[in-house]
């Protein structure tokens, strides 16, 4: 059975930093591309961060500088450093494995919520 468990999110003032952490379990993590997602309150799901097999990044442009996205082979765990957060960043994260051949698998969801 495949879990994606998302951990690390919380209430954070505007300028501040959280980390995002998802374990993965049931999948040969090391082949997998992973990533975050976001989606606030009316709107879309949208990417945040990916990191392929290979360690190769790409970052949606609205956090670029700001987020870092790694990943731990050995510990089945991807990462997403935030900081210098802001209200819009404010959010459900959702972590996400993908493979090519039609793998897709998506966690529960963490609440990031920026706000003084």
């Known amino acids: 059975q495949v879990q994606l468990v998302e951990s690390g999110g919380g209430l954070v003032q505007p300028g501040g930093s959280l980390r995002l952490s998802c374990a993965a379990s049931?999948?040969?993590?090391?082949?997998?591309?992973m990533g975050w997602y976001r989606q606030a309150p009316g709107k879309q799901r949208e990417l945040v961060a990916r990191?392929?097999?290979?360690?190769?990044?790409n970052y949606a442009d609205s956090v670029k500088g700001r987020f870092t996205i790694s990943r731990d082979n050995a510990e089945n765990t991807v990462y997403l450093q935030m900081n210098s957060l802001k209200a819009e960043d404010t959010a459900v994260y959702y972590c996400?494995?993908?493979?090519?051949?039609?793998?897709?698998?998506w966690g529960q969801g963490t609440q990031v919520t920026v706000s003084s």
């Open positions: 990191i392929t097999s290979a360690g190769r990044t």
């Open positions: 996400n494995a993908f493979l090519a051949l039609g793998s897709d698998y």
């Open positions: 049931g999948i040969t993590f090391s082949i997998y591309a």
